[in-house]
């Protein structure tokens, strides 16, 4: 069994600079729908938190936006373990009780993943990631 806890002490032993545990939401209405990001509104890196949290649900493609796509969330153990280190964000995909959500989650989660990538990066980067990597030059046979 691992523990919650376990991913955020390993964030913490390995430098890591943020935190983000990726989740699928569930309710009891089919009708609940919508990726969201949740962060500790509170303490040490709040600003930080919610910062993360917003270039996350911004540059998300391919699910609907739940509300105005972030929430804050204090007493969330997962959160409150990490965010004294850096920032740290809780992300709802969907729903897995939602059929449209669960299709878009099935069929596209590469491009999902590729979005909250996108997210992180512009976080620490202030801005999308290239589209085309650099190549470098010294490298035989690569040509630009």
């Given at each position: 069994m691992v523990f919650k806890s376990k991913g955020t002490n390993n964030a913490k032993e390995n430098g890591a600079n943020a935190f983000v545990s990726v989740h699928i939401n569930s309710a009891g209405?089919?009708?609940a729908s919508g990726f969201t990001v949740l962060y500790k509104g509170n303490g040490t890196n709040a600003d930080n938190n919610k910062a993360l949290a917003e270039s996350i649900?911004?540059?998300q493609t391919v699910m609907d936006i739940r509300g105005d796509g972030i929430t804050e969330r204090n007493g969330l153990r997962v959160l409150n373990e990490f965010s004294s280190t850096g920032p740290a964000v809780l992300i709802e995909v969907?729903?897995?009780t939602n059929k449209s959500d669960v299709s878009k989650m099935s069929?596209?989660?590469n491009r999902i993943g590729k979005d909250i990538a996108t997210g992180i990066y512009s976080y620490f980067n202030g801005g999308a990631p290239p589209l085309t990597?650099?190549?470098d030059s010294s490298l035989k046979g690569v040509k630009q």
């Open positions: 209405n089919e009708d649900s911004a540059n969907g729903f897995i069929t596209q989660s990597p650099a190549i």
